[in-house]
Each structure stands twice: as structure tokens, then as C-alpha cells.
């Protein structure tokens, strides 16, 4: 099971991102994906999941701002990132919801002006 991640960066207050997450090694579209996000000196937490059938949810903080989405036959998921904050600024994860999967590289987004 491998994950990566792209489409980090740097980025000003307001501005936008979208993250994609190319999954190999298991049956995608049987199986929730959660997007994560670790800031320095906090721990990791969830951003966003979108189960199997597209049911999405977000944690408040991103709610309104975040857009999760998945693409079945590319093994891919999405996280569409509008009105960034520098309190978004983390390094972001994805892997299979409640699945003991390893983490991988993560890619590293920035909002500062």
C-alpha cells in the first residue's frame, strides 16, 4: 500500500491549493480516504474523509473552505483548498480512513504572506 502525495506549496492568506493523492497497492474504490495535517509541535489530525460511495466530512476548523473528491478509476483523491490561513499551514497526508496504512511523505503547504 503506497501513497503520494503533490500539489503543496507556498501560498498567500486567501489564496488556493489542490492536493492529489495517488494510491496504489489495494482496490481503491472499496475502501473511505482521509486527508490529514500536522502543523510544527501539534499533533496529527484529520482534515477531511470521503467514504467509499462519496459521503464526505470535514473537521470545523476547514468546513465551508475544504473540498474533498475522489477519482475511482485514477486511484486518486483530492483536496481542494480555498481561503487558506496561515493556520493551515501543515504538512498534509492522505491514506485509507481507520487503516493501520503507513504515512509516506506527505507534501508541505505554507500560507504566509
Known amino acids: 500500500v503506497q501513497f503520494v502525495v503533490s500539489g503543496g506549496g507556498l501560498v498567500q492568506p486567501g489564496g488556493s491549493l489542490r492536493l492529489s493523492c495517488v494510491a496504489s497497492g489495494f482496490t481503491f474504490s472499496n475502501y473511505a480516504m482521509s486527508w490529514y495535517r500536522q502543523a510544527p509541535g501539534k499533533e496529527r489530525d484529520s482534515v477531511a474523509i470521503?467514504?467509499?460511495?462519496?459521503?464526505?466530512n470535514y473537521a470545523d476548523s476547514v468546513k465551508g473552505r475544504f473540498t474533498i473528491s475522489r477519482d475511482n478509476a485514477k486511484y486518486t483523491v483530492y483536496l481542494q483548498m480555498n481561503s487558506l490561513k496561515p493556520e493551515d499551514t501543515a504538512v498534509y497526508y492522505c491514506?485509507?480512513?481507520?487503516?493501520?496504512?503507513?504515512w509516506g511523505q506527505g507534501t508541505q503547504v505554507t500560507v504566509s504572506s
Open positions: 470521503i467514504s467509499s460511495t462519496g459521503v464526505t
Open positions: 491514506k485509507r480512513t481507520a487503516r493501520a496504512d503507513s
